[in-house]
């Protein structure tokens, strides 16, 4: 009788421990997915960041080439449409899915479009790129290109680590069961194998 109830005990604590440890295990893997979806979210920030930077150099962008005599109004209609168009797409990253990120690359793509046929107009005025106003919105314009083509990049790293993370056996069920959805990659346009080239 003893002897049985020696057993029983056993048995009872290598059940507990192996209940503990998956509880364990379970919550580390809950904890990592939140960290790493907590850095996907910060770094969606500095890509936005760097987005906004260069929406709020339009407009002052726009007023020093409007003084130029015999300007293309439509040139610079179609670059404010495509920034207030820009501006009014919003995202939350928590919720970040592929339609979302698809409406808003589609958003910018139609900037950084009517920023380069502004820069073709522009190259027609060789009085308004000498001047010394115009000359520092171009480096500006220029490290704003440099800063969201690095945020990006870092961004998709990131959601890489996530999203293979969460995709892992045995993590896959802790996702699941709470919910964790893969993020969105950043993806290139055709024919943008690299940063935007942005020429004065």
Do not use: H
Not at 61 to 72: D, L, Q, R, Y
């Amino acid at each position: 009788m003893k002897r049985g109830c020696l057993i029983g005990v056993i048995i009872g604590a290598v059940i507990a421990l192996f209940i503990l440890g998956a509880v364990l295990w379970g919550v580390k893997a809950y904890n990592g997915m939140v960290t790493m979806g907590e850095s996907v979210t910060s770094q969606w920030g500095n890509v936005e960041t760097q987005y906004q930077r260069r929406l709020d150099l339009i407009p002052n962008f726009v007023n020093t080439v409007k003084g130029a005599a015999n300007f293309e109004q439509q040139t610079l209609t179609q670059v404010i449409e495509a920034r207030a168009k820009a501006t009014s797409v919003t995202i939350d990253p928590k919720n970040l899915n592929e339609q979302s990120m698809a409406q808003f690359q589609q958003a910018q793509n139609q900037v950084s479009s009517s920023l380069a046929r502004l820069m073709v107009v522009v190259e027609q005025y060789p009085e308004l790129k000498a001047t010394q106003n115009y000359r520092d919105l171009q480096v500006t314009l220029e490290g704003t290109e440099n800063r969201i083509s690095v945020e990006r990049r870092k961004f998709n790293e990131v959601a890489l680590s996530y999203n293979t993370y969460i995709k892992r056996f045995p993590q896959n069920f802790i996702a699941g069961m709470f919910s964790f959805q893969a993020k969105p990659y950043f993806k290139s346009t055709e024919g943008a194998e690299k940063a935007p080239e942005v020429k004065f």
